[in-house]
């Protein structure tokens, strides 16, 4: 039995070739949007609708093997890392995500000014920023100007 397979029956859900290749999809495209998934998966399997790629992505969010993140001016982007409290980092030029553990301490990580009656269980942060590449692509000297 393979560790998505298990995954799949320990969250009780039934196993199904589409479950199986959205889940390998996301295990291999960590923060892939649901088109991103819908492309690898018909690489492997063919034939699935978007829509049918949505469903598993909506099953497997809400029996906790995916999780959804939400990059502002960004499609919703899935991930198979949960229950952990991670966080993001997203560059603001090409879009690329990236996990960083929690901040700091024990989760949820950070504490409110206000709780205001809640329990907090989970904190989600976004980092925003300029990832590598493209601050090496700034740094090139531009051949068109001479510099």
């Known amino acids: 039995m393979t560790d998505r397979t298990q995954r799949l029956r320990t969250s009780g859900l039934r196993v199904t070739a589409a479950r199986l290749a959205v889940l390998a999809a996301l295990d291999e495209f960590p923060h892939s949007t649901a088109k991103a998934v819908t492309e690898t998966v018909r690489t492997g399997l063919g034939h699935i609708s978007t829509q049918a790629v949505y469903d598993v992505l909506t099953a497997c969010e809400s029996s906790g093997l995916v999780r959804r ?19 993001h980092l997203l560059c603001s030029r090409c879009g690329r995500v990236a996990d960083v553990d929690c901040v700091v301490g024990h989760q949820p990580c950070l504490t409110p000014s206000d709780y205001q009656g809640f329990r907090v269980e989970t904190a989600q942060v976004l980092f925003i920023g300029t990832c590598p590449e493209c601050l090496e692509t700034d740094a090139q000297p531009d051949v068109k100007r001479g510099n």
């Open 69 to 87: 993140i939400e990059p502002p001016g960004s499609p919703a982007r899935y991930e198979t890392r949960t229950g952990d409290n991670h966080h």
